[in-house]
């Protein structure tokens, strides 16, 4: 029997394609307990026998109707990558492992009390652990204005729709979505970079809020330029890198 220390094996109960080359797999694991926004590796073998290793964030609630050993994750098939093509090639049924230890910092318990307005900013499948913050109950009950921001190259690529749309309804106005493309126009879909559209008031006056230091706070998760970008404009603009010992405005995750 196959196994690897620190894994669990799992299975594959779902995969969904979205664009050629993103798509996303629900798979069924017993591993130890996460939070929403976190993140667990998971592994398959080579021709060679050697394991394939790659962290993936949650794209579920631990709290979601399947219950936390269901677990969805949203990837992108690398071309020549090690991991994503063999993800990308799995069936229904077939095993998996998973990482038994799930981690990451990206979590409602970061976020300072005071801050009732909370900016999602993301691009491409790093919008995966907003869906799963988003999947909260707390999330609903605690922030007066949640605004999800999913930044992508082409529209094909604004994942989730249906999600999203019943994510809108549940939290009634509290939720604001903007999705951006870059590499296509679009009626009613803004066009740039997050860093740029940040910085000459874009974003803010498309959802019509005003983020200040009292009250707001700021994932960033997404490709590295975009994450450094945002954060050099938000520290241009007054705000401050959170730390535990000193509580700031935003906080971050680089996507790979």
Not at 178 to 187: A, F, G, K, M, W
Request: proline share 5%; net charge neutral.
């Amino acid at each position: 029997m196959l196994t690897l220390n620190g894994f669990v094996k799992g299975e594959v109960t779902d995969y969904k394609q979205w664009t050629d080359n993103e798509f996303s797999i629900t798979v069924k694991a017993d591993i130890g307990p996460y939070v929403a926004g976190q993140f667990t590796k998971l592994a398959l073998q080579d021709e060679n026998g050697e394991w394939l290793r790659r962290a993936y964030s949650f794209v579920n609630s631990p709290n979601h109707a399947l219950g936390r050993k269901c677990m969805e994750f949203l990837i992108i098939d690398v071309p020549n990558g090690g991991l994503s093509p063999k993800l990308a090639k799995v069936n229904i049924g077939d095993d998996i492992y998973v990482g038994d230890k799930p981690s990451g910092f990206m979590t409602l318990a970061e976020i300072p009390s005071n801050a009732t307005n909370l900016w999602l900013l993301s691009t491409g499948t790093a919008i995966g652990p907003f869906l799963s913050i988003l999947g909260e109950s707390e999330t609903q009950q605690r922030f007066e204005k949640i605004i999800l921001v999913h930044a992508v190259r082409t529209k094909q690529e604004l994942v989730y729709q249906a999600l999203i749309e019943k994510l809108l309804q549940q939290y009634n106005g509290k939720l604001v979505y903007l999705p951006i493309v870059s590499r296509e126009q679009h009626p009613g879909i803004m066009s740039g970079r997050i860093p740029q559209l940040l910085k000459d008031s874009s974003l803010m006056n498309a959802v019509k809020i005003s983020p200040n230091k009292q009250n707001s706070f700021f994932y960033l998760c997404g490709n590295p330029a975009m994450v450094h970008d945002t954060r050099d404009v938000l520290i241009e603009l007054g705000f401050e890198k959170h730390l535990r010992r000193s509580p700031g405005h935003f906080s971050f995750e680089n996507y790979w």
